[in-house]
């Protein structure tokens, strides 16, 4: 009888964690889009362009903090280097830039999917303190995951 008890109440409590702060696979959900317009500024440190548009972003969680990653669609073909640019932490936000060096000769546009390019960064659980949203910015559009 206590045995049955005991493995009752282990199962109700580990599925009532599923849905809470404290399981870390439910850290941040499935991202969102938003169409905006960004206007570069002289002020830029980082020479390289935005890429035209953020077309996906994850956050997994893994033992010591997160890896982000994010797939971006240049233009065209041949875009490198491609890297998250944290440009803004603020309350409970980061923000990111999505940045890529352009092909240095006239290139094809070609499908989708070979214009697709990923970059991705990590951050530890300690510069994941405080975050609730994170956002990754392109020339176009920008994605974001918040925390459940």
Known sequence: MTFRLLVTLTLILGLAACSTRLNPFNWFGNDREERVEVVETVTVVDPRPLVSQVISLNVDPHPGGAI????????????WAADLVEVERAEGRLVFEFRVFEPPVATREGTQRSREILAGTELSTQELDGVRTIVVQAQSNRRSVSRR
Not at 68 to 79: D, E, T
């Open 68 to 79: 982000i990653r994010a797939m971006g669609l240049p233009p065209r073909q041949g875009y």
